[in-house]
């Protein structure tokens, strides 16, 4: 496979990469530089800068009442995202809006991320309580001994995919042969994918290689590359109107994995059992309600983030593209599944060291 890196002022650098370069750049995807999630982890919209970062939060409590009227004592905590505001936040911010963490005693604080990859490192190091990150990263991480582990699925199957415009002519996993890859060295679809070229046989020599800026929605739009891998239940993030793009979803070629998941520390989930399940039960009541009501939820999203309200079409479809991963069991996760995206990913090699699938998750809801 050629590769070429395309930088801003289009300069292009000439390179071999070989197949084999598969499990070195799984270091990029833990490191703090967040590379998992420039295009993996909910793709942002270019155009839309992430939210200003809130201060670290405090040791210093405050009380509220519960529905019951009794008081309940306040814990401010941080939730990283693991990218750039939007719609399929909403329902995070619509929690907030709610008061449904407060309830039961958290005061959240969310903040934009750098990537899944960031995010599982922001966490598993105790530098923030909770995240929202990629099950490739968690699985990942814990495999390089990062204390991090899913505390409830939010996105029941993996929504990685291959994106192109129509007109490319993609329509299956082999058409890619002679084509031009925007790649994110490092990043989990990318890792994913080639793991899936492997297992489908493609003729990865047949393609050129081209490193773009995550996540590489400018060099598709421009026909730079003529494709990108991107999160497909988010491509309103390129085209309004989808019905211009191409999307194969990694999962249709054989791909069995978790996708996004809410992370939090080994440590913090042993110390603080009641918060962890605070903020797991918030989540699920914030999705249960942007359900109801997705105008609500938009409304909260646009007054947290304003600069999102300039695109109401596409983060309306980006929250639905959420509900349509959640499955029927909100946050639901099992051995069973764990210990598929678990195998897959050793298998494919994409994590360098097997761990136990029960030391990646905890079931805080008692599904």
Known sequence: MLAVTVGPNDRETHMRRKTSTLAIALALLV???GGSGGESTTTPQETTPPATEAPPATEATTETSSPD???VEVIPVRFRLNWVIAGNHAPYFLAKKEGFWEACG???TLNA????GDTAQLVGTGAEEFGLTDAVSISAGRSQGLPVKSIGVVYQDNPSSLVSYADAGIEELADVEGKTFGAVPGGSPYLLLHALWEENGIDVDSIREVSVPAPGIAQLKTRQVDFITFFGNEVSNIEADTSLLSVLFFRDFGLESYGLALAASDDYIAENPDAVRCF????RQGFEAAQADPEAALQALY???PETEQAPEVHEAMLQGAFDFIGDEMLSQNLDKWTATHDFLFEAGVISEAVDPAELFVDVLGQ
């Open 31 to 33: 490191a703090a530089c």
């Open 113 to 116: 991320g750098q990537g899944s």
């Open 69 to 71: 009227g009794a008081a």
């Open 280 to 283: 797991v039960d918030g989540v």
């Open 303 to 305: 007054e947290a983030a």
């Open 106 to 108: 958290l005061d959240v």
